[in-house]
């Protein structure tokens, strides 16, 4: 069977089609345009799943990748920093509109997944997937299977709290870890100490290179803080091995100055759990959706 993914990010829509042997037969991404709102999504998805299927005469499964989780109870999507999607059916809405059955999870652990069973945990039993980006999140693998908890929020590590008078988050509680380690807690250091909005890239760039003292500042409290909520969730699951996506996994000194951090609050001191670059970059999400069809 031919698998179809797709990954809906905040910007972009990408999706693939693949053969039974995982490799690649139509790849495609289109911007998201979440200011037009949800239904202007959904359409978005549909049309692209449509324009795959038609690459191929086989049956295909279809599996979608997206910020927030469904709650098992009500179907709806929650804790998504999407938040047009918050409230919404769309796992409904798409079965609708295609006539028949979709797997859906949500980015991280599509993530998980992929760099599980394709990327730099390979081989691994137990795994767990960091995705620090837009939003902060995570994905726990056992022996090749997605681990999604009773109520489907395991491994949302970006939503214990650090900080209990801390930083407001969206979903509605102080000081989580997402306020301070995801791309956006970034981008208003950058603004405090360079007086203007710059993309995460250079703000990155800054933060590992400038010596001047205010970045130092900000770049050891942003360690301390990676330290002590990875190293919670080490504690807790004791993973063979963790790896790193989003797009501030690109941090340099996460792979040296970080692992030090977390392991300083790691409550074993025999070894070390490796903490380990991914190997599919941005595509581990939309690979990750098309693999959730072979379960």
């Known amino acids: 069977m031919h698998k179809i ?31 037009n709102g949800y239904d202007s999504i959904v359409k ?46 769309l796992k409904n809405d798409i079965e609708k509109a295609l006539g028949s059955q979709i797997v859906m999870e949500n980015d991280a652990n599509c993530f998980a997944l992929a760099e599980s069973l ?45 900080d209990p008078n801390g930083r407001k988050c969206y979903c509605g509680k102080m000081g989580c870890v997402e306020t301070y380690l995801s791309g956006p807690s ?42 002590i909520g990875l190293s919670n969730v080490i504690n807790v699951i004791d993973p063979d091995a ?8 690109n941090i340099s000194f996460l792979y040296d100055e970080g692992i030090a951090a977390v392991r300083k609050n790691i409550f074993t001191n025999k070894g070390g759990t490796p903490i380990l670059p991914n190997k599919l970059g941005d595509s581990a999400g939309v690979f990750g959706a098309a693999l959730l069809g072979q379960d």
């Not at 007086?195 to 360690?223: Q, T, V």
């Open 118 to 162: 394709l990327g730099s945990a390979k081989g691994y039993d137990v795994v767990f997937g960091v995705i620090m980006g837009t939003g902060v999140g995570g994905g726990v693998i056992i022996n090749g299977t997605l681990h999604k908890g009773k109520t489907n929020i395991a491994g949302e590590w970006g939503h214990q709290i650090l």
């Open 5 to 35: 993914g797709i990954d809906l990010g905040g910007t972009k829509i990408e999706g693939i089609l693949l053969d039974e042997k995982y490799n690649t037969i139509q790849r495609k991404r289109i911007e998201t345009h979440q200011e």
């Open 242 to 249: 963790v790896i790193l996506g989003g797009g501030v996994s």
């Open 186 to 227: 970034l981008e208003k250091y950058g603004v405090e100490l360079g007086g203007k909005p710059r993309a995460l890239e250079k703000i990155i760039k800054s933060f590992e290179d400038n010596p001047n003292m205010k970045y130092l500042k900000r770049r050891k409290e942003y360690l301390a803080n990676f330290g």
């Open 44 to 89: 978005s998805i549909i049309s692209l799943i449509n324009e795959l299927k038609a690459k191929t005469g086989e049956e295909t499964s279809v599996g979608i990748c997206t910020p927030g989780v469904i709650d098992a109870n009500s179907g709806l999507v929650k804790n998504s920093n999407t938040q047009c999607l918050i409230g919404m059916p």
